[in-house]
C-alpha cells in the first residue's frame, strides 16, 4: 500500500500543479497589433485593391471593377462569419478531416469575447474573435483578387455567384490544409505530437511552410483567375484595339495601399507584437522595393523606358513573393527574393502571358500566380537556418530542429503548390463552366462595347 501511495503522490501533486496553474490571458500588446493589422489586411481590399485595379481598365469599366471589389469584400466577409471561418478552422468529424473542418461554429457559435485561440508560442493566447477578423479579411481579398482576371467582360451576377461558390469549394479547403492545426500547446510529447498532428491539414502535416498566404492566397486566386480568363475568352478588340489603362495615377495609389496594408498581412500573420513580427515587417519591406528596382530595371532594359505601372507592378510581385516567406527567411534572403520576384513577374506578365494565350485582363496570373509559386518555392531555400531563416520548429523539443533539408523542404512546398493548383483550377472550371451554361458570365457585345459602368450598374464615373 505504501508502495501504491508513493507512486501515486507524484502524479497528484503534478495534477494539482496543474489545476492550480493559471490559464493564460490574452496580451493586450498581441490583441491590440492583431486588432489594427486586420484592419490593415481590410484597408488593402478596400480601397487599395479596387483602386489599383481600377486605374488599370478603361474608363468605361472603372466603376464595375470598384463595385466588384467592394461587394465581393461585403459578401466573403458575410459568407465567413456564417459558415466559413468554421470551416476553415475547425478539426472535421469524418475521413477528410485533413481537407475541411467541421460547422461546429456555424455564425460563430461558442464563440464569445473571453474564448482564446492559440498563436505560435506555448502559453500565448488571442480572442478567438480577433482571429476571426483577421483571417476573414484574408479571405476577402483572396476573391477579390480573382476580378481582376475578368475585368471588362464579365455578369455581375456571375461575379457573386461564381465566387460564393469557389470560395465555399476552393478557399476554405485549402486554407484548412495549410493552416489548420491543434496549436502549440497540444505538443507536449512525441505521442501528444502524433496525435495532434492527425487533426491537422493536410499539407500542415507534410510540414509545407506559408507565412501568410503564398498558396492560400495568390496561388489559389491566380490560378481560379486564369481559368475564368479562359472560359470567358478575350475581350472584345483584344489584341488589336490598345486597351490601356485609364488612370495610372489610381493604380500608384492603389498600389501603394496595398504595401502599406501589407505589413498587417505579413506581420500580422506573427499572431503576435514579437520579434517574427518585425522580421516579416522588414522582409516585407525590403522585398517590396527590390522588386520595385528589378522590375524597373529590366523593363528600362527590354523596352528603353521605366514606368510607374512597372514600378506598381514590381512592388506587387515582391509584396506576393514574400508573402509564404516572411516570417521564415532572413533579411538577405527576402532581398534576393524580391530581386528574382520583379524579373520573373515581368516575364510572367508579358511573355508567359503570350505563351497561354489568354486574355487576363489585369495580369493576375502572371503576378499573383507567377510570384506566388516563385515565393512558395524559394521559402524553402531560403528558411535553411544555414542561409539566413527560421528553420522548422519542434515544438516538443521546444527548439529549431537540426538537420534543415533544402531539396526535402523544396518538395514539400512543390506539393503544396501542385495541390493549390490543381484544386483550385478543377474547382474554377466546374463551377464557372456550368454557371456560364446556365446564366453566361459574359455581357452582350453591345454592352461590352459600351462599357459595364453604365449597362450593368447605371452610373458614370466621369462626366465630361
Not at 254 to 275: H, I, P, T
Not at 299 to 320: F, H, Q, R, T, Y
Not at 322 to 331: D, L, M, N, R, W
Not at 426 to 450: H, M, Y
Request: proline fraction near 3%; include cysteine; charged fraction near 10%.
Amino acid at each position: 500500500m505504501k508502495k501504491v501511495l508513493a507512486m501515486l503522490l507524484p502524479l497528484l501533486a503534478s495534477g494539482l500543479a496543474l489545476a492550480d496553474a493559471p490559464a493564460p490571458v490574452v496580451n493586450k500588446g498581441d490583441n491590440a497589433w492583431l486588432l489594427v493589422s486586420s484592419a490593415f489586411v481590410i484597408l488593402m481590399s478596400i480601397p487599395g485593391l479596387a483602386l489599383f485595379y481600377g486605374g488599370l481598365v478603361r474608363k468605361k469599366n472603372v466603376l464595375s471593377i470598384l463595385v466588384q471589389v467592394f461587394a465581393v469584400f461585403s459578401l466573403i466577409s458575410v459568407l465567413w462569419v456564417v459558415y466559413g471561418y468554421s470551416a476553415a478552422f475547425t478539426e472535421g468529424h469524418s475521413a477528410y478531416n485533413a481537407f475541411i473542418g467541421s460547422l461546429d461554429k456555424l455564425m460563430l457559435k461558442g464563440i464569445t469575447p473571453d474564448t482564446v485561440t492559440g498563436t505560435f508560442s506555448k502559453g500565448v493566447v488571442l480572442p478567438e474573435l480577433t482571429f476571426v477578423v483577421f483571417q476573414g479579411a484574408f479571405a476577402a481579398i483572396t476573391c477579390g483578387l480573382i476580378v481582376g482576371a475578368w475585368a471588362e467582360r464579365i455578369k455581375f451576377s456571375a461575379v457573386l455567384i461564381g465566387l460564393t461558390a469557389w470560395f465555399t469549394l476552393a478557399y476554405l479547403p485549402v486554407a484548412h490544409m495549410v493552416w489548420f492545426w491543434a496549436g502549440p500547446d497540444a505538443y507536449t510529447s512525441a505521442e501528444a505530437a502524433e496525435a495532434a498532428g492527425a487533426t491537422a491539414g493536410w499539407l500542415f502535416q507534410k510540414g509545407a511552410l506559408d507565412f501568410a498566404g503564398g498558396t492560400v492566397v495568390h496561388i489559389n486566386a491566380a490560378v481560379a483567375g486564369l481559368v475564368v480568363a479562359y472560359i470567358a475568352g478575350k475581350r472584345i478588340g483584344y489584341g488589336r484595339e490598345a486597351l490601356s489603362p485609364h488612370n495610372l495615377t489610381f493604380t500608384m495609389i492603389g498600389a501603394s495601399l496595398l504595401w502599406f496594408g501589407w505589413f498587417g498581412f505579413n506581420a500580422g500573420s506573427a499572431l503576435e507584437a514579437s520579434g517574427v513580427a518585425s522580421l516579416a515587417f522588414v522582409n516585407t519591406w525590403v522585398a517590396t522595393a527590390a522588386a520595385t528596382l528589378s522590375w524597373l530595371g529590366a523593363e528600362w532594359l527590354i523596352k528603353g523606358k521605366p514606368s510607374m505601372l512597372g514600378a506598381a507592378s514590381g512592388a506587387v510581385a515582391g509584396l506576393v513573393a514574400i508573402t509564404p516567406a516572411a516570417g521564415f527567411v532572413g533579411v538577405g534572403g527576402a532581398l534576393i527574393m524580391g530581386l528574382i520576384a520583379g524579373v520573373i513577374c515581368l516575364w510572367g506578365a508579358t511573355g508567359l502571358k503570350k505563351l497561354l494565350k489568354v486574355d487576363d485582363s489585369l495580369d493576375v496570373f502572371g503576378i499573383h500566380g507567377v510570384g506566388g509559386i516563385t515565393g512558395a518555392l524559394l521559402t524553402g531555400v531560403f528558411a535553411d537556418p544555414a542561409l539566413g531563416g527560421s528553420g522548422i520548429y519542434d515544438y516538443v523539443a521546444n527548439a529549431v530542429a537540426e538537420n534543415y533539408s533544402i531539396a526535402d523542404q523544396v518538395v514539400i512546398q512543390a506539393t503544396a503548390v501542385g495541390t493549390t493548383i490543381v484544386w483550385s483550377g478543377v474547382v474554377a472550371f466546374v463551377v464557372f463552366k456550368l454557371l456560364d451554361v446556365v446564366i453566361g458570365l459574359r455581357v452582350p457585345e453591345d454592352q461590352e462595347r459600351e462599357g459595364l459602368d453604365v449597362t450593368s450598374h447605371g452610373e458614370n464615373a466621369y462626366h465630361d
